[in-house]
């Protein structure tokens, strides 16, 4: 898996990024430890991460949205992404 997460979606120069973590069981002694799995969704920039922690893709690309409507550039982001996500 890469550092920086799988890539799911871009807008503009910024980028969605998921990474995921699966459960673990491990076996020791005979006793059997599971170690629970997670996944997070965080926003770049180029290499520079924004923001993380976040639960939701559609929540990272409404943040995204929204920080381009701030300096006018939402009209750039493409429509087949605006209707995937649902963003307004």
């Known amino acids: 898996m890469e550092k920086r997460g799988h890539h799911i979606c871009k807008m503009i120069n910024y980028q969605v990024r998921q990474k995921i973590t699966k459960p673990v069981t491990k076996r020791w002694a005979g006793k059997s430890t599971v170690t629970p799995g997670s996944h997070e969704v965080m926003i770049y920039k180029n290499k520079k991460k924004i923001e993380g922690d976040m639960k939701d ?22 429509k087949k992404l605006i209707r995937k996500y649902g963003l307004v």
């Open 57 to 78: 893709v559609k929540q990272a690309a409404q943040k995204i949205y929204d920080l381009l409507k701030d300096v006018n550039r939402e009209t750039y982001v493409e």
